[in-house]
């Protein structure tokens, strides 16, 4: 009985170990932002942008995104600018799943950004490439 009941509680235990690192199916290997609404807030990833998967509209994207990004609350000033370290081979992409739905947007030259009203949310962000290839890049986040 003593056994059984020590099972059970490391059992137990095993959500709250897996809830308290954020991870989930879709996140495990996406890089996990929380921003709250607050003046000032600046922030950068990297990564390796393109993928394995034709999004049809915004090249190839991994098959996970590459950050994930939690908004607390809705800020009403925020951008995401994307720079490609290999601009001249490079054909970008931003792909954004939101509460507002999923938008892309390609780069020019190597950049791409996306500035304005974000509501709270969650937000999946791929980095693809309409070639494929794969490219190291930066996402500047400034509120």
């Known amino acids: ?3 059984q009941r020590q099972f059970w509680q490391k059992i137990a235990l095993v959500p709250l170990i897996i809830g308290g690192l954020g991870l989930s199916a879709v996140s495990a290997l996406a890089e996990a932002i929380a921003i709250r609404p607050e003046a000032d807030y600046q922030t950068t990833v990297q990564g390796e942008s393109g993928g394995t998967v034709d999004s049809g509209d915004c090249g190839y994207i991994p098959t996970r995104p590459n950050h994930v990004m939690n908004l607390s609350g809705d800020i009403e000033s925020m951008s ?3 720079t490609v370290a290999n601009s001249e081979e490079a054909q970008p992409t931003l792909l954004i799943v939101g509460p507002d739905g999923r ?3 390609r780069a020019i030259e190597g950049k791409a950004d996306s500035a304005g009203l974000w509501p709270a ?14 490219n190291d890049y930066i996402i500047s986040i400034n509120q």
């Open 80 to 82: 995401l600018e994307l």
């Open 1 to 3: 009985m003593i056994k």
């Open 103 to 105: 938008f892309c947007i």
């Open 121 to 134: 949310g969650r937000y999946e962000i791929y980095v693809g490439d309409r070639s494929g290839k794969k």
